[in-house]
């Protein structure tokens, strides 16, 4: 149960990867079972995250909103980055967009998953080879209860299906039904944000579409082929994270679908706000009402 970069890495362990690793080991503790404690960890701090994932998504999308005000200043002060800098920090100033509130929540995220990801390591890939109780019980804290015996990883959710798939969460797929479902989950993601986004651009087809879409078929295969190599379950907690990032993705398109349905005629002027004749009047930095938001 050693240190994943060093002291820094332990400290790491010792604040993220083993809190996670003990909300794991009691969970399995209730449930019995590690596949679904696997699970219902993820989505415990996916729900937890949730408050800045949402933060993320609406700055995203704010920014976004005011794409066109900003291409009239790039095109406006084309000749005098100084100038162009001054009216984009002025136009976020005038539609209340923190630029960093979208990347902070991202930055925040990382630590957690990357944690998630250490707690299963240190029960799916021990640093020694081979998983033992005393390991184990070594790392779970004084005032949770003990194991008595290794946890039991075999996934028996297919035997339904099949007799013979019965899956060992601790060594990699051999019946690739965990790496497919990954691949899938991945692909279902990235295609449902080029959606978005290219809904949000009015259909336009530009390089940074484009490369969303060869990333849409190539991140599946990569995400596949990682997911043999790696234990089971970690390809599990792959398809459960992905997967609540797709139901984060709706819980941005919902209000909107929201709004338009309560709003048809609203369209329109959203679209005219940015094209407006006071954001057009920008021969110097504008000064505006601070009320408008």
Request: proline share 7%; glycine share 6%.
């Amino acid at each position: 149960m050693g240190a994943i970069f060093g002291p820094i890495g332990y400290f790491f362990n010792l604040i993220i990867a083993y809190p996670i690793f003990n909300v794991l080991m009691l969970l399995d503790h209730l449930f019995g079972d590690f596949g679904l404690s696997i699970i219902i960890l993820t989505v415990i701090i996916r729900l937890c995250l949730f408050p800045l994932t949402l933060k993320q998504l609406r700055s995203t999308k704010a920014t976004q909103a005011i794409q066109p005000l900003m291409a009239d200043v790039k095109k406006k002060y084309a000749n005098d980055p100084q100038a162009q800098y001054r009216a984009t920090q002025e136009l976020y100033k005038e539609y209340n967009i923190n630029p960093l509130s979208g990347c902070l929540p991202l930055f925040i995220q990382l630590p957690v998953l990357y944690g998630l990801y250490g707690a299963m390591n240190i029960v799916l890939r021990p640093s020694g080879g081979k998983l033992t109780l005393a390991a184990i019980n070594d790392v779970i804290y004084p005032f949770l209860p003990k194991l008595s015996n290794l946890p039991d990883f075999n996934l028996r959710w297919f035997s339904f299906i099949n007799p013979h798939w019965v899956l060992s969460l601790a060594t990699p797929d051999k019946t690739f039904i965990l790496p497919v479902l990954a691949g899938l989950a991945t692909f279902a993601q990235l295609r449902m944000s080029q959606a978005r986004n290219q809904k949000k651009a009015g259909g336009a087809s530009d390089m940074m579409t484009n490369q969303m879409q060869i990333m849409s078929f190539i991140m599946p295969f990569v995400t596949f082929f990682f997911a043999l190599s790696f234990p089971a379950g970690l390809a599990l907690y792959w398809t459960t994270s992905t997967s609540n990032k797709v139901v984060d993705s709706d819980a941005e398109i919902l209000p909107e679908r929201s709004t338009r349905s309560n709003n048809q005629n609203n369209s329109s002027t959203r679209r005219r706000r940015p094209n407006s004749s006071s954001a057009r009047r920008r021969g110097t930095t504008p000064r505006r009402n601070p009320s408008r938001s």
